[in-house]
């Protein structure tokens, strides 16, 4: 079964940090591109941060400088390092692949793959 599953998220305060992870099953990682999008409350679901298979990173205006995707292929996780988090990043956050090599846009009609999500809160 073709699995992918968030995990990471919790309760920070603004300035804080979170590592998020995205952990597949049933397929390599290696061979998709992955994004990360996020949902606040009241809002349309965004695109975050992206990772290609062909090794482009992408980032959000919103989260540059802020953000950092990796992957590690020994562990067929992709992660989002988030730093410097605001009250507007309370959201929550999903992660999804493609075969598609392209992180031009964030289409989610594009995304075969999707995890189940992991809230994220920023407050005081």
């Known amino acids: 079964q073709l699995q992918l599953v968030e995990s990471g998220g919790g309760l920070v305060q603004p300035g804080g940090s979170l590592r998020l992870s995205c952990a597949a099953s049933g397929f390599t990682l290696d061979y998709y591109t992955i994004a990360w999008f996020r949902q606040a409350p009241g809002k349309e679901r965004e695109g975050v941060s992206c990772?290609?298979?062909?090794?482009?990173?992408n980032y959000a205006d919103s989260v540059k400088g802020r953000f950092t995707i990796s992957r590690d292929g020994a562990k067929n996780t992709v992660y989002l390092r988030m730093n410097s988090l605001k009250p507007e990043d309370t959201a929550v956050y999903s992660c999804a692949a493609t075969l598609l090599d392209d992180c031009s846009d964030y289409d989610l009609w594009e995304y075969d793959y999707w995890g189940q999500g992991t809230q994220v809160a920023v407050s005081a």
């Open positions: 990772s290609s298979s062909g090794g482009v990173t």
